[in-house]
């Protein structure tokens, strides 16, 4: 099985961008989808995660309000909406799965991961 992000560009502040994130390959099956970003030189920060099974979404505090995680399990398919985007929210946008219940925020966990997609915000 591969992930596959994408839907990464450059926006201005205050705009928004829909990341998806593909499974390919054999039958997909996963507990937790995360997504996850990435500035040059610190470490992959969490972003939100959605249960598979359940659709039971978690988001860190920085994007609360704004992101909104979600799934489509007919199509093996996760997306990351993002709106009033801020130059802040600059990165690599990761996803990554998980095949079985972990603590979902620590990214050391996560089995499968995408390639990522770079989002720029301009203020």
């Known amino acids: 099985v591969q992930l596959q992000a994408s839907g990464g560009g450059l926006v201005q502040a205050g705009g928004s961008l829909r990341l998806p994130c593909a499974a390919s390959?054999?039958?997909?099956?996963?507990?937790?989808m995360g997504w996850f970003r990435q500035v040059p030189g610190k470490e992959r920060d969490f972003v939100a995660a959605i249960n598979w099974y359940n659709g039971t979404t978690y988001y860190a505090d920085f994007v609360k309000g704004r992101f909104t995680i979600s799934r489509d399990n007919a199509k093996n398919t996760g997306y990351l909406q993002m709106n009033s985007l801020k130059p802040e929210d600059t990165a690599v946008y990761y996803c990554?799965?998980?095949?079985?219940?972990?603590?979902?925020?620590?990214?050391?966990?996560?089995?499968?991961w995408g390639q990522g997609t770079l989002v720029t915000v301009s203020s």
């Open positions: 990554a799965a998980a095949l079985y219940a972990i603590h979902y925020r620590q990214a050391g966990l996560y089995d499968l």
């Open positions: 390959g054999r039958t997909f099956s996963s507990y937790y």
